[in-house]
């Protein structure tokens, strides 16, 4: 399978940068809206908004929309390597637990 040179650049740059790849690393875990990645990342929600936009440009993340609310997911599809990417990342699934016991894991439903 042969990718196309712009958008495999896209997904390089996209994976080059700590905060995305910890993104990637918690969804790999869970379903999560802007507002759940805000407590975690400990930065602004305008901030994790650009870091999801040049994921999603990347095409290495999804959105799915309930209401007033947008949900981000992997979204594997384009890249046959990138499975291998998301295993090399460090387990994150704490930090969705922590988001459960402290009820900001729903604070979007």
Same mark, same amino acid.
């Given at each position: ?6 958008? $495999?650049?896209? *997904?390089?740059?996209?994976? !080059? ?5 910890? &993104?990637?690393? $918690? $969804? /790999?875990? +869970?379903?999560? *809206? @802007?507002?759940?990645?805000?407590? &975690?990342?400990? &930065?602004?929600?305008? %901030? &994790? =908004?650009?870091?999801? /936009? ?9 959105? /799915? /929309? %309930? !209401?007033?609310? @947008?949900?981000? =997911? ?7 390597? $990138?499975? =291998?990417?998301?295993? =090399?990342?460090?387990?994150? +699934? ?8 402290? !009820?900001?894991?729903? *604070? *979007?439903?």
């Amino acid at each position: 399978m042969q990718l196309d040179l712009e958008l $495999l650049a896209e *997904c390089h740059k996209a994976l !080059g940068d700590k905060t995305r790849l910890k &993104i990637l690393a $918690l $969804l /790999r875990t +869970s379903e999560l *809206c @802007v507002c759940e990645l805000v407590p &975690i990342l400990k &930065i602004t929600q305008p %901030a &994790i =908004s650009q870091h999801l /936009r040049k994921l999603k440009t990347a095409k290495l993340v999804k959105e /799915r /929309r %309930a !209401g007033q609310w @947008v949900f981000y =997911s992997l979204d594997g599809t384009a890249y046959p390597f $990138l499975e =291998s990417v998301l295993q =090399s990342l460090p387990d994150l +699934s704490d930090e969705i637990k922590m988001l459960h016991a402290t !009820g900001q894991k729903v *604070c *979007c439903e």
